[in-house]
């Protein structure tokens, strides 16, 4: 079992940057990839960017490509979420979730374990 908490969110103007974190409980997070998912209200749950176990590869959806970066402190259980050139379009739930295999999935259905979410709001 994970336990997946984010924190980080917040109202940021077009243009600024936050940082999002995603602390797990397992002793074994090193084992796992890690993935960042939104949502906006509406909408689906999309893939933003993931990174695997144990290659570290990473991937990104096309639109945060340049602007977002996933990168992971096993020694923390902690995987973050740099945002910058933060978009109006960017507004959504973010969250973070966890599956035990060597690569990146990019469907929801791909993890078992989720946070909670936290907000990230944009303003033009």
């Known amino acids: 079992q994970v336990q997946l908490v984010e924190s980080g969110g917040g109202l940021v103007q077009a243009g600024g940057s936050l940082r999002l974190s995603c602390a797990a409980s397992s002793r074994s997070f090193s084992s796992y990839t890690m993935s960042w998912f939104r949502q906006a209200p509406g909408k689906e749950r999309d893939f933003v960017g993931g990174i695997s176990w144990p290659s570290g590869r990473t991937e990104y959806v096309d639109s945060v490509k340049g602007r977002f970066t996933i990168s992971r402190d096993n020694a923390k259980n902690t995987v973050y979420l740099q945002l910058n050139s933060l978009k109006p379009e960017d507004t959504a739930v973010y969250y973070c979730?966890?599956?035990?295999?060597?690569?990146?999935?990019?469907?929801?259905?791909?993890?078992?374990?989720w946070g909670q979410g936290t907000q990230v709001t944009v303003s033009s």
């Open positions: 979730a966890a599956r035990f295999s060597g690569f990146v999935g990019f469907r929801p259905s791909d993890y078992r374990y």
